[in-house]
């Protein structure tokens, strides 16, 4: 796969435009048929120039979304292994010898493993009305998201060999 930055993609469209204004709008055509090819290279221009623009935000939109799926991602596994560090860490209950030491263990310890049933079921609650989203979800947002991302990719880089094949003929 091609990757373009952005500025690569505007010097690209700015050759293109330059290419369609040197075109002009088929008034000087001698024949039908020099108008007509005339109008179809405006129109393939003009599509080429449409596409590379929308390709490209939806490009930087789906990795934008990707990045922040996966940083939600890395989220829950370190509140994840929070949780379990200080399940291990606890007091075992069942080594308490007074009463209100054991309750207070088995209190803890049940309260972790409610927390960490809560984050695997995207119910714990980080924030005021604000949960993490749960571990199945979160890899299916990403999926779709790096699928979304590969299809502007190749959208992209079909839209990149347009614009070369049509800039092409202008540079030789």
Same mark, same amino acid.
Not at 34 to 49: G, L, M, N, W
Not at 59 to 71: F, K, N, P, S
Not at 116 to 137: I, K, N, R, T, W
């Given at each position: 796969?091609?990757?373009?930055?952005?500025?690569?993609?505007?010097?690209?469209?700015?050759?293109?435009?330059?290419? =369609?204004? $040197?075109?002009? &709008?088929?008034?000087? *055509? #001698?024949?039908?048929? !020099? %108008?007509?090819?005339?109008?179809?290279?405006?129109?393939?221009?003009?599509?080429?120039?449409?596409?590379?623009?929308?390709?490209?935000?939806?490009?930087?939109?789906?990795?934008?979304?990707?990045?922040?799926?996966?940083?939600?991602?890395?989220?829950?596994?370190?509140?994840?292994?929070?949780?379990?560090?200080? =399940?291990? $860490?606890?007091? &075992?209950?069942?080594? *308490? #010898?007074?009463?209100? !030491? %054991?309750?207070?263990?088995?209190?803890?310890?049940?309260?972790?493993?409610?927390?960490?049933?809560?984050?695997?079921?995207?119910?714990?609650?980080?924030?005021?009305?604000?949960?993490?989203?749960?571990?199945?979800?979160?890899?299916?947002?990403?999926?779709?998201?790096?699928?979304?991302?590969?299809?502007?990719?190749?959208?992209?880089?079909?839209?990149?060999?347009? *614009?070369?094949a049509l800039l092409e003929p202008e540079e030789t």
């Open positions: 796969m091609t990757t373009a930055t952005a500025p690569h993609i505007e010097d690209i469209v700015a050759n293109l435009r330059a290419r =369609l204004v $040197a075109l002009g &709008d088929g008034g000087e *055509a #001698t024949s039908e048929n !020099e %108008r007509v090819a005339c109008r179809r290279d405006t129109d393939a221009i003009q599509r080429t120039i449409t596409g590379l623009v929308s390709a490209s935000e939806d490009l930087t939109r789906a990795a934008q979304r990707l990045a922040t799926g996966e940083a939600d991602h890395a989220a829950v596994i370190a509140k994840c292994q929070e949780i379990a560090d200080a =399940l291990a $860490a606890a007091d &075992d209950w069942h080594k *308490a #010898t007074d009463s209100r !030491e %054991r309750d207070r263990a088995f209190d803890h310890e049940q309260h972790l493993r409610a927390q960490m049933d809560a984050l695997v079921h995207g119910q714990l609650l980080y924030a005021p009305g604000q949960a993490y989203e749960s571990l199945d979800s979160l890899d299916r947002r990403i999926k779709d998201q790096t699928t979304r991302r590969d299809r502007s990719q190749r959208a992209l880089d079909g839209f990149l060999q347009q *614009a070369a």
